[in-house]
């Protein structure tokens, strides 16, 4: 069973937390991709971030939001299997393999690599996985021995009514915020230092 509560909480972070992040990010030049940690207990945010590829390429969102979350004092931070792990879009290569070596055994994602490439007109994700891993589409394994992933999309049109429309009309309003963002982010995208932009 689906918990809309987690749901709804998890979609307040992306709006209220990562999105004036990533409106920042965006002004400076970086793709809109952003994500958060919080904790299993309470769902409390522990930290919110977005990606930074203008300082360094390798700093995707949630790259980033992990650089930042190791550079936290070890008191303030939490033990990676008590925390979800969101992802405003579904994780890259890169990700995934920085969200399996830091131990989290989750993680939840609202835009897919489909989105990225024909929503945001970003479609390096997709293109790697093929030419360099030889995977299709979803060509990784979306539960495994580290962790189990989660569409937010797809958890949301399998509830019932009217959660499902209450939720689909949110993630629509989100949608759109980020369809904004990438209208930004692509038309100042030949100003930055991105090698895959």
Same mark, same amino acid.
Request: glycine share 6%; net charge negative.
């Given at each position: 069973?689906? $918990?809309? /509560?987690? *749901?709804? &909480?998890?979609? $307040?972070? @992306? %709006?209220?937390?990562?999105?004036?992040?990533?409106?920042?990010?965006?002004a400076a030049?970086?793709?809109l991709f952003g994500a958060a940690i919080l904790r299993k207990s309470d769902r409390s945010l522990v930290l919110a971030e977005t990606n930074n590829e203008t300082e360094n390429p390798l700093w995707h969102g949630e790259v980033h939001c992990l650089k930042r979350f190791y550079e936290m004092p070890r008191a303030e931070r939490v033990d990676t299997k008590e925390? *979800?792990?969101?992802?405003?879009? %579904?994780?890259?290569?890169?990700?995934? /393999?920085?969200?399996?070596?830091?131990?989290?055994?989750?993680?939840?994602?609202l835009f897919s690599h489909e989105?990225? &490439?024909?929503?945001?007109?970003?479609?390096? $994700?997709?293109? @790697?996985?093929? %030419?360099?891993?030889?995977?299709?589409p979803g060509g990784y394994r979306a539960e495994n021995a580290y962790w189990k992933s989660h569409a937010i999309r797809k958890l949301v049109r399998n509830l019932p009514e009217p959660e499902r429309a209450r939720l689909e009309t949110r993630i629509g309003r989100i949608a759109a915020t980020y369809d904004g963002l990438s209208s930004t982010y692509q038309s100042g995208k030949a100003d930055n230092d991105i090698p895959l932009s």
């Amino acid at each position: 069973m689906t $918990d809309v /509560s987690l *749901i709804d &909480r998890l979609l $307040d972070v @992306i %709006e209220q937390d990562i999105v004036p992040k990533t409106e920042e990010g965006v002004a400076a030049g970086n793709k809109l991709f952003g994500a958060a940690i919080l904790r299993k207990s309470d769902r409390s945010l522990v930290l919110a971030e977005t990606n930074n590829e203008t300082e360094n390429p390798l700093w995707h969102g949630e790259v980033h939001c992990l650089k930042r979350f190791y550079e936290m004092p070890r008191a303030e931070r939490v033990d990676t299997k008590e925390a *979800i792990f969101l992802a405003t879009h %579904e994780p890259c290569s890169l990700c995934l /393999s920085a969200i399996t070596w830091t131990g989290f055994d989750n993680f939840y994602y609202l835009f897919s690599h489909e989105d990225s &490439r024909d929503s945001f007109a970003i479609p390096h $994700d997709l293109k @790697i996985l093929k %030419e360099v891993f030889t995977l299709e589409p979803g060509g990784y394994r979306a539960e495994n021995a580290y962790w189990k992933s989660h569409a937010i999309r797809k958890l949301v049109r399998n509830l019932p009514e009217p959660e499902r429309a209450r939720l689909e009309t949110r993630i629509g309003r989100i949608a759109a915020t980020y369809d904004g963002l990438s209208s930004t982010y692509q038309s100042g995208k030949a100003d930055n230092d991105i090698p895959l932009s």
